[in-house]
């Protein structure tokens, strides 16, 4: 089995990772809601040893997926 299942497609832009504080302020809600529902699989974060990372852009496609219309 691979150690490193995913595979990072790099296009010259870097987006830098929030922390679950941070994330969690952009949308509002607990960091440790936030943390549950990536466990869950229900958002896209990255866990780093014990730290949740998450992309700003990743937090709002999820959102756009939420909104009605």
Same mark, same amino acid.
């Given at each position: 089995?691979?150690? $490193? ?8 832009? $870097? ?7 941070? *994330?969690?302020?952009?949308?509002? !809600?607990?960091?440790?809601? /936030?943390?549950?529902? *990536?466990?869950?699989? =229900? !958002?896209?974060?990255?866990? !780093?040893?014990?730290?949740?990372? $998450?992309?700003?852009? *990743?937090?709002?496609?999820? /959102?756009? =997926? =939420?909104?009605?219309?």
């Amino acid at each position: 089995m691979d150690k $490193f299942p995913l595979r990072v497609v790099y296009n010259g832009n $870097f987006e830098p990772l929030l922390d679950s504080d941070e *994330a969690a302020a952009l949308l509002k !809600i607990h960091p440790k809601t /936030l943390q549950k529902m *990536a466990r869950k699989g =229900k !958002i896209t974060g990255i866990q !780093i040893g014990t730290r949740w990372r $998450f992309c700003a852009s *990743a937090l709002h496609e999820w /959102l756009a =997926k =939420k909104m009605p219309g």
